[in-house]
């Protein structure tokens, strides 16, 4: 058997398996990582989940951890992509399009790659980063200094309400609506609901 550089190979296994030294380095990882994905956070503070969202949380991680730790066939980040996906899902009943699945699977495997070779710099990193980081992209700039792949003006396929700062539909006395084919009218939402007069 061979530890060194963090790698642990093994007769029954030819492919390199983490060290129990290198272990933990992964699980703070993928603890670090997780506590920076906003669309997670955001669905643990609302619980989502119900109130064993911080539960649910947290047993994420761990089968993140299992996943990375008691894989037999080679690990693919289409399968880490899919667990994360269906975890939200059934865990938190929503489902995540604004591409951060993608680049937290993309943070977790670069941070086991790294410590499959011995190189605990990705964590280091994230450890260095600001504890006020919650977004996936900016732990993504701490992890990658070199590539600049995220900014601040990046849009998000996430609906959020947010209230307009222009005029309201409230706002608006006469609104033209025009029927359509089949002589019906969209009427929008009223979400800023004026006074009543009288």
Same mark, same amino acid.
């Given at each position: ?87 939200? #899902?059934? +865990? ?9 699945? /993608?680049? =937290? $699977?993309?943070?977790?495997?670069? *941070? ?41 003006? #990046?849009? +998000? ?9 222009? /005029?309201? =539909? $409230?706002?608006?006395?006469?609104? *033209? ?22």
């Amino acid at each position: 058997m061979d530890t060194s550089n963090g790698i642990l190979k093994t007769n029954e296994n030819p492919s390199p398996i983490l060290s129990r030294e290198a272990v933990p380095f992964l699980e703070e990882g993928i603890f670090l990582v997780l506590s920076r994905w906003t669309a997670l956070q955001m669905a643990v503070e609302s619980e989502w989940g119900g109130r064993e969202s911080r539960r649910k949380s947290e047993e994420l991680g761990s089968a993140i951890l299992s996943w990375f730790t008691q894989s037999k066939e080679p690990l693919y980040i289409d399968d880490l992509e899919n667990l994360l996906d269906e975890n939200m #899902e059934h +865990s938190f009943n929503t489902e995540i399009d604004d591409g951060s699945v /993608e680049e =937290v $699977a993309e943070q977790l495997m670069v *941070i086991h790659e790294d410590l499959l070779q011995g190189n605990f710099e990705s964590i280091e990193k994230l450890r260095k980063a600001a504890p006020g980081t919650v977004a996936v992209s900016q732990s993504r700039q701490a992890m990658d200094d070199n590539v600049d792949e995220s900014s601040d003006d #990046e849009g +998000s396929d996430m609906m959020v309400d947010e209230s307009p700062l222009t /005029e309201t =539909v $409230a706002d608006k006395t006469e609104q *033209i609506q025009m029927p359509d084919e089949e002589g019906w009218c969209v009427v929008p939402p009223r979400r800023h609901r004026g006074k009543r007069s009288g």
